[in-house]
């Protein structure tokens, strides 16, 4: 049989994976095989949680982090509404969040018999604070908020959104799956430090170059750990916190090495490269008379006809559309200018062409 080959990254252009760090790959391969679900026998990658722990507690400004590394930002999030269930004691619990949350929330709310009521957003594909207000009652155990969306990389207004959590007595929570890695560097409030937030997605394995399955669930209190904890009997650890059971000591050691080597100068070099990147390829599309929605963050959305993105696809470009039907670029650290000259090239080839015809 022959041997099977990684897709390459050189055409990956609407993916939130990326080329691990050097330092990620090599601990992650020396971890391979160990399991911090148990802790008490494989102590050395437990340790390197804690590590990881902090460090993304540093990067949300939260000085005594609770959390863990979980599989990934679905994960995360599943366990964001958990813990905002538990803790409640609504007998109909209800998560109020923005339409542009991921939908990663509709696979929680299935799970854990809660349900999602969807606010619509701002023109600006921003959470509308008032229309969120408008679902929540004494029912309300959670409002969410996404900073860095999957489909367009905008900001929600975070302040806005946990003062609302306050009125109603919800937890608040912010998903910075993706977002996280980047707006240390930028002006938006979305952390711990800028509001009144209880949890947090925020996703090593996306910005932070760590190798998969690396997410990041954070809380600021204990009990809300407490509230997702289980016994575990016949462990050295008396319970555990986390979906999963057995889980990767390589996600976990990956994403320990690569902060240490990373962060916070090397994210801050990373974020500069990647939203100049971004910002060109919209003055780009905008300059042959596409409509672009502004990269707030490293991702470009812009409307193309659908036959040239079907023709782009073709020609080998890993691309994918936002529900809208834009096509979505996301800066990702393995794209290059010379990667997206290389795009742009095929996509005024293919115009030329469709011109002629
Ligand atoms: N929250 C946000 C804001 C996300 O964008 C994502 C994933 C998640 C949570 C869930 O994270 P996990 O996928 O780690 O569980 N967003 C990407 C997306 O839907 C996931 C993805 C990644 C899809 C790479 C395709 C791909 O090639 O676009």
């Known amino acids: 049989m022959q041997r099977a080959e990684p897709q390459e990254f050189r055409t990956v252009l609407s993916s939130m994976c990326t080329e691990p760090h050097p330092a990620a790959r090599e601990a992650a391969e ?18 390197l949680e804690a590590q990881t722990v902090a460090a993304l507690g540093d990067l949300v400004g939260l000085a005594d982090p609770r959390g863990y590394v979980a599989s990934g930002g679905t994960e995360a999030n599943i366990q964001a509404v958990r813990a905002a269930r538990n803790r409640g004691d609504a007998a109909a619990p209800n ?15 299935e799970l854990l018999g809660v349900e999602l009521r969807l606010a619509p957003v701002d023109d600006e594909h921003r959470a509308d604070p008032a229309a969120m207000r408008n679902l929540a009652d004494e029912d309300t155990v959670l409002v969410a908020g996404v900073a860095g969306t999957t489909e367009y990389g905008r900001v929600d207004p975070i302040p806005e959104i946990a003062a609302l959590g306050a009125e109603v007595d919800a937890l608040v929570h912010v998903d910075a799956a993706w977002g996280g890695f980047v707006l240390p560097f930028t002006d938006h409030e979305w952390n711990f430090e800028h509001a009144a937030i209880d949890t947090m997605t925020v996703d090593p394995h996306k910005l932070g170059r760590a190798a998969i399955p690396a997410g990041g669930f954070l809380a600021r209190e204990r009990a809300t750990l407490d509230a997702l904890a289980v016994e575990t009997p016949y462990l050295e650890s008396p319970e555990q916190a986390t979906l999963t059971g057995t889980r990767s000591g390589a996600g976990v050691a990956s994403a320990a090495a690569v902060l240490d080597e990373l962060w916070p100068g090397g994210y801050r070099e990373q974020y500069e490269r990647l939203q100049e990147l971004a910002g060109w390829l ?31 696809r073709e020609r080998g470009w890993r691309i994918s559309r936002t529900a809208a039907g834009e ?5 990702m650290p393995h794209v290059t200018r010379e990667s997206l000259a290389g795009f742009l090239a095929d996509l005024d080839d293919l115009r030329g062409a469709s011109e002629q015809t």
């Not at 998560?95 to 696979?107: C, Q, R």
């Not at 096509?327 to 800066?331: A, F, G, T, Y």
């Open 30 to 47: 020396r971890f391979l095989a160990t399991n911090p679900g148990d802790p008490a026998t494989y102590r050395s990658v437990a340790e």
């Open 95 to 109: 998560v109020v969040a923005p339409e542009s949350v991921h939908f990663s929330f509709h696979k929680a709310a």
């Open 282 to 312: 919209a003055a780009a599309l905008d300059a042959r008379g596409f409509e672009v929605v502004s990269p707030e963050l490293p991702l470009v959305a812009a409307r193309l006809p659908e036959s040239l993105f079907e023709a782009l």
């Open 327 to 331: 096509l979505r670029i996301v800066c």
